[in-house]
């Protein structure tokens, strides 16, 4: 299994409140990514990185914000949470040219 | 833009038997990745398998095989020899050669093996 985890696992937190997810890895893997998943939708890209400092939007990436300032670590930040962000994320990595990604184990995360 | 359809919500199958999941996808490039990935109740996302569109020859993983139809761009799963432990949802998911590796999911179709 790649080495990638996920912190927190479960979260709660109210709107209007700031949320960071963070996702680790140990495979030196150069791309890495944020989606959310909903019942009906799949999996759908916030926000990806595709190295140090390098990030990019994705599909639906208004109210998130990321950073990446370590080749293993990756930040999904709501800045103020909202009950439309109630979603499960998941991290995800990809070697270059290797294009199969490898997912974490996901966060669920309740706005209440 | 991508996109990729899964017109099956549902689909069931008896133990043992055999079953396939559709995928059809769109698209302008001629170079690209496609995949299938398993997510049982436990939520991990675990890939099956892979093709890629510039070969002929279908991918098969053990009781796992495709059926890539570039032309028709379709992309389908067969399971063979339906065990329990294949009963979850499955997403087909296209990758582009450009940039980012970007990856593009359909719905999902959500397997149950009947015992």
């Known amino acids: 299994d790649a080495g990638i985890t996920q912190s927190p696992r479960h979260k709660v937190t109210e709107t209007g409140t700031p949320v960071t997810l963070r996702c680790h890895q140990t495979?030196?893997?150069?791309?890495m990514y944020w989606y959310r998943q909903d019942p009906g939708h799949g999996l759908r890209l916030i926000h990806y990185s595709y190295g140090v400092k390098d990030t990019d939007k994705g599909e639906v990436s208004d109210g998130y914000s990321v950073s990446r300032s370590k080749t293993e670590d990756f930040l999904l930040t709501l800045e103020s949470a909202t009950s439309s962000q109630t979603s499960v994320y998941f991290c995800a990595i990809s070697g270059t040219g290797t294009y199969e990604q490898y997912f974490g184990p996901g966060t669920r995360l309740t706005v209440t | 833009a991508q996109t990729v359809t899964q017109s099956q919500p549902e689909m069931s199958v008896q133990e043992a038997e055999t079953v396939t999941l559709s995928c059809t996808y769109d698209t302008s490039e001629s170079d690209y990745y496609l995949f299938w990935y398993k997510q049982p109740p436990s939520r991990q996302m675990i890939l099956v398998i892979r093709?890629?569109?510039?070969?002929?020859q279908n991918a098969t993983e053990n009781r796992f095989s495709v059926n890539f139809q570039k032309a028709a761009k379709s992309f389908s799963l067969k399971i063979s020899d339906s065990q329990l432990g294949d009963a979850a949802m499955y997403f087909c998911?296209?990758?582009?050669?450009?940039?980012?590796?970007?990856?593009?999911f359909g719905q999902g179709t959500r397997l149950t093996i009947n015992p």
């Open positions: 998911a296209y990758c582009t050669v450009q940039g980012a590796q970007k990856l593009v």
């Open positions: 495979e030196n893997h150069r791309y």
């Open positions: 093709q890629e569109a510039y070969k002929q």
